[in-house]
């Protein structure tokens, strides 16, 4: 732990019933902006936002600090969001 802190298919209708929407760019931005809240509010005392961290290890730092952290699911969730979207 070095750093502590740390072909899309043609949209036919019917085609793929399951298949998820992509959210609007208003709850995005607001997904990004709670996840820097929360960031700030648990992580930033400590960690600066990293930099230099691939999505998959970020997503293991979060993971390890939602312990440490006593972080809920909904802050990793929107913590990750704002770190590696």
Do not use: W
């Given at each position: 732990?070095?750093?502590?802190?740390?072909?899309?298919?043609?949209k036919q209708p019917g085609?793929?019933?399951?298949?998820?929407?992509?959210?609007?760019?208003?709850?995005?931005?607001?997904?990004?902006?709670?996840?820097?809240?929360?960031?700030?509010?648990?992580?930033?005392?400590?960690?600066?936002?990293?930099?230099?961290?691939?999505?998959?290890?970020?997503?293991?730092?979060?993971?390890?600090?939602?312990?440490?952290?006593?972080?809920?699911?909904?802050?990793?969730?929107?913590?990750?969001?704002?770190?590696?979207?």
């Amino acid at each position: 732990m070095s750093a502590c802190l740390f072909a899309a298919a043609p949209k036919q209708p019917g085609l793929l019933a399951n298949t998820v929407q992509p959210e609007d760019k208003s709850r995005q931005t607001s997904a990004s902006d709670d996840g820097e809240k929360r960031f700030e509010a648990n992580c930033g005392r400590c960690h600066n936002a990293p930099e230099s961290l691939s999505p998959r290890e970020t997503r293991a730092v979060v993971r390890h600090m939602r312990v440490r952290a006593r972080l809920t699911a909904e802050d990793e969730k929107l913590i990750l969001q704002y770190l590696a979207p």
